[in-house]
């Protein structure tokens, strides 16, 4: 289990925690419990997690990720 | 007079879906007090005169930014209106989030499924039907692009109707 702030690209997923106070607004983008996600891409300059999840590509905030527990698959 | 309001996430297509059906009636109007616009244009529908209004996209009904407050007042005050809640076809689960949030509030809803063609290329088959009976509103395919289905949805407007999520809950565990 590591936190989405700590995945690499290319990594692969399973969503297994979201803090309360933040989940009203990563659920609404898509990203859920249990989700498998990969992540798509990182992006410089401290910007955003792009992560996929069911067919769509959605850019979580650092501070967001930072957030967000996964249990990496692979 | 009936209103329409077009919901969905940004850049699901609701803007194409709103010409399509004001066609060259489309006005643009400047909502007070924000920067963000909403557009508004009218439709003859059966003969009647309807309102349609182009909300800014949203996420969920917990603004997040200007777009979004605008979004949600616009919602909030069109007590009456219908909701056509259009979705990327492509992206349906996260669209449906929107959809029981709207449902939740006792409104009248339609689902457009737009760009029903992008998703068949991308191998996306989607049992419109069932999910219709599922939630108990009526779900029509669209491509607004080119103009599929924007009939059907005019003309299923007066199906729109309310759906309590309990039993949508009830029926998806079945």
């Known amino acids: 289990m590591k936190k989405l702030s700590e995945m690499n690209v290319g990594e692969k997923g399973i969503v297994k925690h979201i803090s309360p106070s933040i989940r009203p607004v990563v659920s609404a983008m898509g990203l859920r419990l249990n989700e498998t996600i990969s992540i798509a891409s990182i992006q410089p300059m401290g910007g955003p997690f792009v ?18 527990d996964v249990e990496v698959i692979c | ?22 066609g060259a009636n489309a006005t ?6 924000t920067t963000v ?22 996420f969920s009904l917990y603004p997040k930014d200007k777009a979004e407050e605008v979004a949600l007042k616009i919602f909030t005050q069109e007590k009456d209106a219908v909701i056509i809640c259009v979705l990327d076809a492509t992206k349906i689960e996260r669209g449906l989030y929107l959809v029981l949030e709207v449902l939740e509030r006792s ?18 088959s989607i049992d419109h039907d ?22 059907e949805l005019i003309f299923s407007i007066h ?11 009830e029926r998806a565990m079945v």
């Open chain 1, 51 to 68: 992560v996929s999840a069911k067919n769509a590509n959605i850019s979580i905030a650092r501070a967001h990720a930072k957030n967000i």
């Open chain 2, 1 to 22: 007079m009936l209103k329409i309001l077009l919901m969905g996430h940004p850049n699901v297509g609701k803007s194409v879906v709103f010409n399509r059906l004001t």
């Open chain 2, 28 to 33: 643009e109007s400047n909502y007070p007090g």
């Open chain 2, 37 to 58: 616009d909403y557009e508004k244009g009218y439709v003859f529908i059966e003969g009647h005169e309807t309102e349609v209004l182009d909300v800014p996209g949203t």
């Open chain 2, 107 to 124: 409104r009248s809803v339609i689902i457009a499924l737009n760009m029903w063609d992008v998703a068949k290329d991308k191998g996306i």
């Open chain 2, 130 to 151: 069932h999910l219709s009976s599922l939630l108990g509103v009526p779900v029509v395919p669209t491509v607004a692009v080119s103009g599929a289905g924007m009939k």
């Open chain 2, 159 to 169: 199906e729109a109707c309310t759906s309590d999520v309990k039993s949508i809950v």
